[in-house]
Nanobody, 122 residues
Framework: QVQLVESGGGLVQAGGSLRLSCVAS?????MGWFRQAPGKEREFVAA????????YYADSVKDRFTISRNVAKSTLYLQMDSLKPEDTAVYYC??????????????????WGRGTQVTVSS
């Protein structure tokens, strides 16, 4: 049974930074981050496809967040800089063994983590 375990969430002031990590118990081709704020639908944040990590970003986080992976450690990272209060959400790691046609779509992913809370205060 594949498991995804996120870490690195917490409370930070606006303008600050956090780095999320997601460790997968198996080899994955595509990995991504999604987030869900209170009262809102879960939304795409960023994705990384293949060992070379072809990247995809939501417009709302482009130029502030950076996704990367360490294939040897089966770990996905999300470096979040210039955080804003609207970034407050539970952040979920998602993964799949396939190369996904639409890595921005949550229905493409088979494996999900339990999430880590990120809170940005103003």
């Amino acid at each position: 049974q594949v498991q995804l375990v996120e870490s690195g969430g917490g409370l930070v002031q606006a303008g600050g930074s956090l780095r999320l990590s997601c460790v997968a118990s198996g080899r994955m081709h595509t990995m991504g981050w999604f987030r869900q704020a209170p009262g809102k639908e879960r939304e795409f944040v960023a994705a990384c496809s293949g060992n070379g990590c072809s990247t995809y970003y939501a417009d709302s986080v482009k130029d502030r967040f950076t996704i990367s992976r360490n294939v040897a450690k089966s770990t996905l990272y999300l470096q979040m800089d210039s955080l804003k209060p609207e970034d407050t959400a539970v952040y979920y790691c998602a993964a799949d063994v396939r190369s996904l046609a639409l890595p921005m779509q949550e229905y493409e992913y088979y494996y999900w983590g339990r999430g880590t809370q990120v809170t940005v205060s103003s």
